[in-house]
């Protein structure tokens, strides 16, 4: 018997409490369950239905590009020409001209020499962390569990991010959202040769952006590499909707590492890591995740190139959705959002099920985030505004929230 972890049970079974109680297999599940809902954690999907009638302000499709015709139709191109499915991991024959093109475009637009893609966001930022530091970067270990590197994250950072650092085995520090004096203690004290910082750039909560630049300062001034997540930022800030990483003149810069998502403003599916040649050639040697998943769908290649040529061609699509947020948060009567998130926070999350129940009673989608995705006594109504909305729909929006929020007892 091998052994990974832990050590193996005395005797020939397992005769604990455990089985006495009758705790075993799957049978824990049920209370685990009884425990959620009496949180107000448990979740059930949202199903979308055709020809049900809604606006949606629950999505991530800021520039409102994923129902776009020529959006549509660059999904069904890619999938006449190419199949359904990549039917391969991308180094076996997963990758077609059209993933390679899509990314050679992503990183001419966001100003980097290199880009690859992955087929989500989630496994991108995975993907990047655990290859730049911890075993998988191949980091000389001290000890069994020592991997030799530093990343540090702050309290902000996404939970694939969060996932990364895990899985890397790397020694992790975490700092709170956006201390970037926090950052450079960190790095100062460390003894590990290599570090990585992670952040998001825009916080996907609340929309809030990330001193990307004093983190960069930091980062550079210790040796170590930064790693931003732009997948909140890219379509919504930045000239031509390039990111807070080109708002902040820092597109392409050396040690700077850039993740991003075709998910949101590209109204499509996957991830994109940008950087050096070098970076690239790396990750496809040591990301587990572009190894060993099966390369993203030529759909939603498709799909992104032609969301990609829109925003090119109409590179105030950005400013419009931007003001399209300012105007809903005046209309509910919050702060204006330096993004495209407006978070109203109702504190217990069965009433924030209870307000987004009542949103959708009345034709409108919002997002409701409770606890893991927030801290406790923070539970919150998230919109996301789109570009392709007009100033009545918003108005109507704001009085449909006010209403819900009223109705529950939260305003």
């Not at 069904?76 to 024959?93: D, P």
């Not at 924030?352 to 009673?361: L, N, P, Q, T, Y």
């Amino acid at each position: 018997m091998t052994i990974i972890s832990g050590q193996p049970a005395a005797g020939s079974g397992i005769t604990s409490g455990a089985v006495a109680s009758g705790e075993v297999g799957l049978a824990w599940l049920a209370g685990a369950a009884r425990d959620r809902a009496d949180a107000g954690l448990h979740r059930d999907p949202h199903v979308r239905r055709v020809g049900v009638d809604a606006i949606n302000l629950g999505s991530n499709d800021y520039l409102g590009l994923s129902t776009h015709p020529d959006v549509i139709a660059g999904a069904q191109a890619a999938a006449a020409q190419w199949g359904g499915g990549s039917t391969a991991s991308r180094l076996v024959v997963g990758t077609t001209q059209a993933h390679v093109d899509l990314e050679n475009e992503l990183a001419d637009f966001l100003g980097f020499p290199a880009a690859l893609a992955f087929s989500s966001g989630y496994l991108a930022n995975v993907g990047a962390v655990t290859a730049l530091a911890g075993r998988g970067a191949g980091s000389r270990a001290s000890g069994p569990n020592d991997s030799g590197d530093l990343i540090v994250s702050d309290t902000g950072s996404h939970a694939s991010l969060i996932d990364g650092c895990r899985l890397s085995r790397a020694r992790v520090v975490v700092v709170d959202r956006g201390d970037h004096e926090a950052v450079r203690a960190a790095l100062a004290d460390r003894t590990e040769e290599r570090a990585l910082v992670v952040t998001d750039s825009v916080y996907s909560i609340d929309g809030e952006p990330a001193p990307v630049a004093d983190l960069y300062a930091a980062a550079r001034a210790h040796g170590a590499v930064l790693l931003v997540d732009e997948a909140h930022a890219v379509g919504v800030r930045g000239p031509g909707g390039r990111g807070l990483v080109a708002e902040q003149g820092l597109s392409g810069a050396p040690d700077l590492v850039v993740t991003t998502v075709l998910s949101k403003s590209f109204g499509a599916q996957g991830g994109v890591v940008l950087g050096p040649e070098a970076l690239r050639s790396h990750l496809i040697d040591c990301a587990r995740p572009f190894i060993f998943d099966t390369g993203l769908n030529p759909a939603a290649v498709g799909a992104a190139r032609a969301a990609l040529q829109i925003l090119r061609a109409d590179p105030a699509l950005p400013d419009r959705l931007r003001d399209n947020a300012r105007h809903l948060a005046r209309a509910c009567g919050v702060d204006e959002p330096a993004a495209a998130v407006i978070s109203i926070i109702v504190g217990d999350p069965q009433r924030a099920v209870e307000a987004a129940a009542a949103c959708r009673d009345r034709g409108v989608l919002v997002g409701c985030f409770r606890p893991p995705s927030v801290p406790p006594g923070t539970s919150r109504l998230r919109i996301t505004v789109r570009a392709d909305l007009d100033a009545a729909t918003l108005d109507h929006v704001a009085e449909v929230v006010d209403a819900a929020l009223r109705e529950v007892g939260a305003r």
